[in-house]
């Protein structure tokens, strides 16, 4: 099974606790700026490594929860967008366990975050803190030993969801079966190579032992005349000439609701997307681009294809606001009549959710971008039947 998640550790804890010197200790590398001046990390810093018994991780050095500069106020507020980002946290301390320590705590308790604390330069402080309820605090000297059991404490409390090998698929493909993969390559396809997802549902079908057709639109027809594969999965943007082509015996779904379900909440855009028929004159709606690309293309899905597709699905002038990668949502989300989440491929699934749960306390229905389309294009039931059963 093809792995989808990169699971987030973010190291917190005050300005010049060592957070940086645990990052370069978890790393094994001097990837992290090291010194003595408080202060050192700005902004959150991400280093990618591979953590036996987990997989890929991705680890976030963060600034100082108490850093009182000028620029302090900004800096702890980046801090806290990586707590809506993570998988589990480290708490360092060095010297007093105090109410900085403990309003961490409770942040991390609030996301329900699981998180334990290292006890830093021991040597310099050997007072240990009381105790909170039902957390682990690792004493620690950045000795070799301590590393290692640095490491078993991060792959111990690292929840196995975060990186659970998952069927892209839902057990609806096994093996033998034949997939059909329509991928354009038009002028929104990057060169020479294919996109995330795609290759991520190409790798899913080859752990299933199954066969992979990868075909352009104006293959198929052919190919479908003297074959009847298992599933046809397409490009959500050719959701319209696909399904007048694939035959309706023949199940239809795309690379973006496959993704649904693994990073987002399925159940929670199935129900939300039909909202789109409430849309009226003026709504505001959010889009949710969880990825950073260059947008000077004119054809941009997220800016241009779908909210063309809405305005002319409901015949309303409608606002919309796009959002990039995992840039902060807007202050005022219940503004916003409906959202609509792209597949994620770029970001977890505790990214994805995180925000979803903002979304539905603010009370904004969240479709998906393939959901959305297929709306749009009267074909939303065919397209999302096969993991409605």
């Given at each position: 099974m ?6 987030h550790i973010?190291?917190?804890g ?9 990052i370069?200790?978890i ?7 090291v010194s003595?001046?408080?202060g050192?990390?700005?902004?959150p810093v ?7 018994g987990?997989?890929?991780v991705?680890?976030v ?10 620029l302090?106020?900004?800096r702890v507020a980046k801090?806290?967008?990586v707590?809506?980002q993570?998988n ?16 961490l ?8 975050t699981?998180?334990f ?7 310099l402080?050997?007072q ?10 690792l004493?620690?000297?950045?000795t070799s ?8 404490a ?15 698929f ?13 991928m354009?390559i038009d002028g ?6 294919l996109?995330l ?19 352009q ?5 052919g190919?479908l ?9 397409t ?7 696909v399904?007048s082509?694939?035959?309706a015996?023949v199940p ?6 496959l993704?649904s ?14 909202c ?17 690309h260059?947008?000077n ?29 995992l840039?902060p ?15 994620g491929c770029m ?19 969240v479709s998906n971008?393939?959901m959305t ?7 939303f039931k ?7 059963k």
């Amino acid at each position: 099974m093809v792995i989808l998640n990169r699971p987030h550790i973010g190291i917190f804890g005050r300005m010049n606790v060592g957070k940086s010197s645990l990052i370069n200790a978890i790393s094994g590398q001097e990837s992290a700026l090291v010194s003595h001046v408080a202060g050192t990390t700005t902004d959150p810093v991400k280093k990618n490594i591979e953590i036996l018994g987990i997989g890929p991780v991705t680890l976030v050095d963060t600034a100082g929860w108490n850093d009182t500069s000028a620029l302090g106020a900004q800096r702890v507020a980046k801090t806290r967008e990586v707590l809506e980002q993570i998988n589990l946290a480290v708490l360092v301390y060095a010297g007093e366990f105090g109410k900085t320590e403990k309003e961490l705590a409770a942040l991390l308790r609030a996301h329900k975050t699981p998180f334990f604390i290292v006890h830093n330069k021991l040597d310099l402080f050997p007072q240990a803190p009381a105790e909170l309820e039902g957390v682990e605090v690792l004493p620690y000297s950045n000795t070799s030993q301590d590393n290692a059991i640095l490491i078993e404490a991060i792959i111990r409390h690292m929840p196995a969801s975060a990186y659970a090998q998952e069927d892209i698929f839902g057990g609806f493909v096994t093996a033998g079966d034949e997939v059909v993969l329509v991928m354009p390559i038009d002028g929104s396809a990057p060169q020479g190579r294919l996109i995330l997802p795609q290759v991520q549902t190409l790798r899913g079908l080859l752990d299933l032992h199954a066969k992979a057709i990868c075909l352009q639109l104006a293959e198929l027809a052919g190919w479908l005349r003297v074959h009847t594969p298992k599933l046809v999965v397409t490009d959500s943007q050719a959701f319209k000439e696909v399904s007048s082509v694939v035959p309706a015996s023949v199940p239809l779904t795309s690379f973006s609701i496959l993704f649904s379900r693994l990073k987002g909440d399925f159940d929670l855009f199935l129900q939300s997307t039909p909202c789109i028929e409430k849309l009226q004159e003026g709504d505001r709606v959010l889009i949710l681009e969880s990825c950073s690309h260059s947008v000077n293309k004119c054809d941009d899905i997220g800016r241009v294809k779908i909210p063309a597709w809405l305005q002319q699905k409901t015949g309303k002038k409608l606002q919309f606001t796009v959002l990039s990668n995992l840039d902060p949502l807007p202050q005022n989300l219940a503004a916003y009549k409906l959202a609509v989440q792209c597949g994620g491929c770029m970001v977890t699934r505790a990214q994805i959710l995180s925000r979803l749960a903002r979304l539905q306390q603010a009370g904004v229905p969240v479709s998906n971008y393939g959901m959305t389309i297929a709306w749009c294009n009267g074909i939303f039931k065919r397209v999302t039947e096969i993991f409605n059963k």
